[in-house]
């Protein structure tokens, strides 16, 4: 691998998990500056359009939700000059709000293609795959006990996440 191929990785990279953060902060404006304008995303049967259309779709979609948490286990890129594509295993959380909260857990991947542009990689297309799920209610007792008294996480910008400068400043 060159030191090019390392650095188009570690972009692409960077890109997946800007996608997580956008979503799970609900920060809207950074999720639709990851795609190029003629982009698509194909989220099943629950969405299937452009870039904007996605993003237009987002608020609605995640306002049952108190919490979500994306997290994206293994990644794998094929890099070709200016394009790319990229499978990413994927695990997401939603606690929905209460009085009656529910734990939604999706198992999946990320079926990705991406275009450098100018020098900046943005996805293209990106396909959500199903592969397991799981719900439950959720154990209040157990969720205070486990807490610890950290502070909890939230969807917006109360997190305490956007207390760090750089993370949360221009193009965070």
Same mark, same amino acid.
Do not use: C, N
């Given at each position: 691998m060159t030191a090019d191929e390392a650095l188009d990785r570690v972009a692409l990279a960077d890109l997946v998990m800007r996608y997580c953060r956008g979503v799970d902060r609900r920060d809207f404006a950074l999720v639709r500056?990851?795609?190029?304008?003629?982009?698509?995303?194909?989220?099943?049967?629950? /969405? $299937?359009?452009?870039?904007?259309?996605? *993003?237009?779709?987002?608020?609605?979609a995640m306002a049952p939700f108190e919490l979500t948490v994306h997290r994206v286990t293994n990644?794998?890129?094929?890099?070709?000059?200016?394009?790319?594509?990229g499978e990413h295993y994927a695990v997401a959380y939603h606690r929905t709000r209460p009085p009656q909260r529910r734990e939604i857990v999706i198992g999946g991947r990320y079926l990705d293609r991406y275009e450098r542009r100018a020098g900046?990689?943005?996805?293209?297309?990106?396909?959500?795959? /199903? $592969?397991?799920?799981?719900?439950?209610? *959720?154990?209040?007792?157990?969720?205070?006990?486990?807490?610890?008294?950290?502070?909890g996480g939230t969807a917006d910008r109360s997190d305490p996440s956007w207390t760090l400068g750089l993370l949360a400043g221009p193009g965070a």
């Open positions: 500056s990851l795609y190029w304008d003629d982009a698509v995303d194909h989220h099943g049967a629950m /969405f $299937d359009g452009t870039a904007d259309a996605f *993003v237009a779709w987002l608020p609605d990644s794998l890129f094929a890099i070709d000059g200016d394009r790319a594509e900046t990689w943005k996805f293209i297309e990106r396909s959500l795959v /199903f $592969d397991h799920g799981d719900a439950r209610p *959720v154990d209040e007792t157990a969720f205070e006990e486990l807490s610890g008294q950290a502070p």
